[in-house]
């Protein structure tokens, strides 16, 4: 299924994420992580325990709106068509589910949700919750 290829890839995605992030704790460098494959929770828990104390923000990005969503991925299609967005369009709906999918792990880990649909400036909302977690 498609759910279990997805996960098999995050999988390896993430373990080297875990790995570069705790080299960058150790050499106490800041770093952003940022992609489809980066499943909700999963550094923080990798990162957590560690003597240097790391300040892990996660946002789960999402994109409620469908039409806006194909709109964005047909654009993308239009502006650069060696990219294979061609891809992505023939599987809109699977694109769809495993966002849903992730929006569910986001939910239960407690990450919060930025949707990229709305009004709200994400680089603001990423400044704000770095502040806030390290003045806990």
């Known amino acids: 299924s498609h759910f279990s ?10 373990s080297a994420c875990a790995a570069v992030a705790r080299r960058y ?4 460098k800041n770093i952003l992580l940022e992609g489809i494959h980066m499943i909700p929770g999963f550094l ?6 560690m003597d240097e104390a790391p300040i892990v923000v996660e946002f789960f990005v999402s994109l409620s709106d469908e039409d806006t969503h194909n ?7 239009a502006a650069g068509p060696g990219r294979g967005g061609h891809r992505h ?3 809109f709906d699977v694109i769809r589910e495993l966002q849903n999918h992730m929006k569910s792990m986001a939910r239960v880990a407690g990450i919060p ?5 709305g ?7 990423i400044v ?3 502040v806030d977690r390290a003045l806990e």
């Open 25 to 28: 704790v150790i050499e106490r």
């Open 113 to 117: 949700e930025y949707d990229v649909g």
């Open 89 to 91: 369009l023939m599987r």
């Open 5 to 14: 290829t997805f996960h098999r890839q995050a999988r390896a995605v993430v």
């Open 128 to 130: 704000k919750g770095i």
């Open 44 to 49: 923080s828990k990798e990162l957590q325990g």
């Open 71 to 77: 709109a964005r991925l047909s654009h993308r299609l």
């Open 119 to 125: 009004s709200e400036d994400l680089t603001q909302r």
